[in-house]
């Protein structure tokens, strides 16, 4: 996938309102692959919802989206099962991982799918992020920064061309922030990924080709 084009799109529950002022919703408007974009937004713009659109859990929306022109509402299961495992990946901001299970375990649910990272990589994530020593824990017991250093992880176990990220770093310290935009940049660089990062106020420091709106 090299591009996902949004026309005139918007969420239904805005579709009363009088105006919308948005670099995004109801423009026309194309994320390109390889290109790195920062999506700024306030509380309640529907940040959440558009990462939910692209990556297919929703279709409440007015307007077309289209994975290289090919209107997405056409897409099938398998389709996106192709799409959630070889071209998108996603950190949804709650997150989704499995409590019952540990960090580790987490990560390979995913990884064991695509066969992707071999297991002495996703242990070097592990460390440069700092929960090394979480790997065997129960996911339920660490905090939510951990958490999110978890499931950042799993989002790299497999190919993309794209990766939405949901408020990303909202409860990491500077230090594993950059850690993670260090991660991210390195994957991006060896796979041409397209990268797509929304923020309320704190966001991931990237070389950002175009910051946006919502």
């Not at 026309?7 to 579709?15: D, K």
Request: hydrophobic share 40%; glycine share 6%.
């Amino acid at each position: 996938m090299n591009t996902i084009h949004l026309r005139q799109t918007l969420p239904q529950v805005f579709a009363d309102r009088d105006k919308q002022i948005s670099d995004i919703w109801h423009q026309d408007f194309v994320f390109e692959k390889g290109k790195y974009y920062l999506i700024a937004a306030d509380s309640g713009t529907g940040k959440s919802s558009l990462c939910s659109y692209l990556y297919g859990y929703r279709d409440d929306y007015q307007g077309i989206i289209c994975f290289d022109e090919r209107n997405i509402r056409s897409l099938n299961r398998r389709d996106w099962t192709y799409l959630h495992r070889q071209s998108l990946s996603i950190l949804f901001q709650e997150l989704r991982l499995f409590p019952e299970l540990t960090a580790f375990e987490n990560v390979l649910l995913k990884n064991r799918l695509t066969d992707y990272k071999k297991k002495k990589e996703l242990l070097a994530f592990f460390e440069a992020l700092g929960i090394a020593d979480k790997t065997n824990e129960f996911v339920g017991k660490l905090s939510f920064g951990q958490q999110q250093r978890v499931a950042f992880i799993r989002s790299l176990c497999q190919p993309m061309d794209f990766i939405l990220l949901d408020e990303p770093i909202s409860h990491l310290d500077e230090s594993n922030a950059n850690v993670m935009a260090q991660i991210l940049a390195e994957e991006a660089e060896r796979q041409g990924m397209g990268i797509l990062v929304t923020s309320i106020g704190k966001h991931l420091e990237m070389n950002y080709h175009s910051k946006l709106k919502l």
